[in-house]
């Protein structure tokens, strides 16, 4: 069943590889991969490799099939352009990538400092987020990053594509019996690590140090990774970034198979040809019938990683409370207002003009038992504890704080469990006046939204290619200021030092203490904002009003 998925990346023996003398001395660095030989090019001080494929393209008979092989080459391959972002409905329109789209999508980015020294780099494999139906590689330069920040550790940074929406992840009778497993986008990532494995030590950096980051649905698939027995050895540390809890909402195989058949029965293929009839549809057509989330096709929206028995075995609060995932040390967190960005996205889509939450529709949506978005229902003590009057009467902000809330007590639990086997750090990103990606809209308020750090790590990072992050105050467009760049390098080195050596401290900086189970004496949170400090575990629980929330919560 895994035979194809097992043997990808061993295809092409390993040649001697490296920096040639003239190249480099020309500013231009040629590389050999076992594939063939690539020229990056070189942009202050980081040698940059774009779109080198890491996989066939899975078109025709290759799509909703396990990523196979690429081609070899023999002539230099130009690496100085991004390759096609995978298709993609622009359904968070501020994640997409605008860098055309194409199947043949299966494409990486190497960013390697330009170092005295001769000693193996870190190596950090970038997931981008965007719910698993939107992004691309091309959103993400990891210039910043490789360079290591204020302190930190010179690293060699890979970002990617892989499948998306439903063409990454499909579960479904007919296609599933010809013996592979429906998480395709997961499996795109798994041949990633392993060209990693493989390439990685060419461009600088150490296969056997490898951390896997994510944000958003990034997050959720470094979570996946955890869990998967397939991606064992493959990685050696994991950070996840807003938020670890994500892991923890993946549907089940039953609902997928639900969902999946519904997709087959309404792109006319039922019967026996149903996979020949699917991978005879244009991608277009695909696109079409997957729909989006604010204005849903009438038939199927993909639900992206799921429990599949094999790829991922088991559910994460299962697998994480019983030690069951591979055990890398972790750092994990999220943004003090995460949801900000779940009521700007609804007035986005609110038609024109736009109008923010009204006090009604506030009322509507914090009825008791009525579902949370990320999971649960309303609590009764909501009507209290949440009463529009401890918010100013503001219901943008109130509800941003309930979903916010939950979410970040639920990802309290999932830290607990995970540091009860491995090494972990956890994180709360404070910091309110970060310029913003979504446009300026009548009572919408960022603050520290969800994304907001992201330009922290990656420079010039806007949420897409044709974003524009505007002031909060001023609602003009502005980079990060003198301040916030000295934020971004303390940041960024926590990260890269946590990549060398599974630890984020360093002497001399305010100190990160581990993360303990909840309830331990030592369990803290750090916090990240222009005064760096390090928070107990039980103010942040207190802050979250986790005693409403663990109701739902507490594990059995």
Not at 351 to 376: D, K, L, R, S, V
Not at 410 to 438: G, I, K, M, N
Request: glycine share 12%; proline share 7%.
């Amino acid at each position: 069943m895994l035979s194809g998925i097992a043997a990808f990346g061993l295809a092409a023996a390993a040649l001697p590889i490296g920096v040639s003398a003239s190249s480099a001395a020309s500013g231009v660095a040629a590389v050999k991969t076992a594939a063939g030989p690539v020229r990056g090019i070189d942009r202050d001080g980081v040698v940059q490799f774009l779109g080198i494929p890491y996989a066939a393209p899975p078109v025709g008979a290759l799509r909703w099939r396990p990523p196979q092989p690429a081609a070899a080459w023999r002539k230099l391959l130009d690496a100085s352009r991004m390759a096609s972002s995978c298709p993609q409905v622009t359904t968070l329109g501020t994640f997409s990538g605008a860098n055309g789209m194409s199947e043949d999508c299966l494409y990486l980015n190497v960013y390697a400092p330009r170092s005295a020294s001769a000693a193996k780099k870190p190596v950090i494999v970038w997931i981008h987020g965007g719910a698993n139906i939107a992004g691309g590689a091309a959103d993400y330069d990891g210039t910043w990053l490789a360079k290591g920040g204020t302190g930190g550790s010179e690293t060699v940074v890979v970002t990617f594509n892989y499948r998306l929406g439903v063409l990454g992840f499909l579960s479904t009778g007919a296609i599933n019996a010809e013996g592979h497993p429906g998480n395709y986008g997961l499996l795109d990532q798994q041949a990633l690590l392993r060209w990693v494995k493989q390439n990685i030590a060419a461009f600088g950096g150490d296969p056997d140090n490898v951390t896997i980051a994510g944000q958003s649905n990034g997050s959720l698939n470094v979570g996946a990774h955890l869990l998967s027995p397939q991606s064992a050895g493959l990685f050696h540390r994991a950070i996840m970034q807003s938020s670890p809890m994500f892991i923890d909402t993946i549907a089940n195989a039953g609902r997928a198979l639900t969902a999946g058949d519904a997709f087959t029965a309404a792109a006319g293929c039922a019967g026996p040809n149903a996979g020949d009839c699917l991978r005879g549809l244009s991608a277009a057509r695909v696109l079409q019938l997957q729909g989006t989330p604010a204005a849903t096709a009438p038939a199927y929206l993909p639900i992206g990683v799921f429990v599949d028995g094999t790829i991922i075995p088991m559910d994460a609060p299962t697998a994480f409370g019983a030690g069951k995932f591979n055990k890398v040390p972790v750092l994990g967190g999220s943004t003090r207002d995460e949801w900000t960005f779940l009521t700007g996205s609804r007035e986005y889509y609110s038609g024109f003009p736009q109008t923010p939450m009204t006090a009604q529709q506030y009322g509507y949506a914090t009825a008791e038992g009525t579902p949370i978005p990320f999971g649960g229902k309303m609590p009764a003590e909501t009507a209290t504890r949440y009463a529009l009057a401890n918010f100013g009467n503001d219901p943008m902000i109130a509800y941003a704080r309930i979903v916010t809330d939950r979410t970040k007590c639920a990802e309290l639990h999932t830290l607990s469990r995970l540091a009860a086997h491995v090494p972990t750090y956890a994180y709360d990103f404070t910091y309110q006046q970060a310029p913003y990606y979504f446009p300026a809209m009548a009572g919408f308020k960022p603050l520290a939204g969800h994304g907001v750090d992201l330009q922290f790590y990656f420079g010039g990072w806007h949420g897409g290619q044709w974003g524009v992050n505007l002031d909060q105050a001023t609602g003009m467009p502005r980079e990060l200021n003198a301040k916030e760049l000295e934020l971004s390098g303390r940041l960024i080195a926590t990260w890269t030092r946590f990549a060398k050596t599974g630890n984020p401290n360093a002497a001399g900086s305010t100190q990160w203490p581990a993360f303990a189970p909840a309830g331990a004496a030592m369990a803290s949170y750090f916090v990240q904002d222009l005064i760096a400090a390090a928070k107990p575990a039980a103010s942040v629980y207190k802050d979250y009003n986790c005693d409403i929330w663990d109701q739902q919560l507490t594990d059995k």
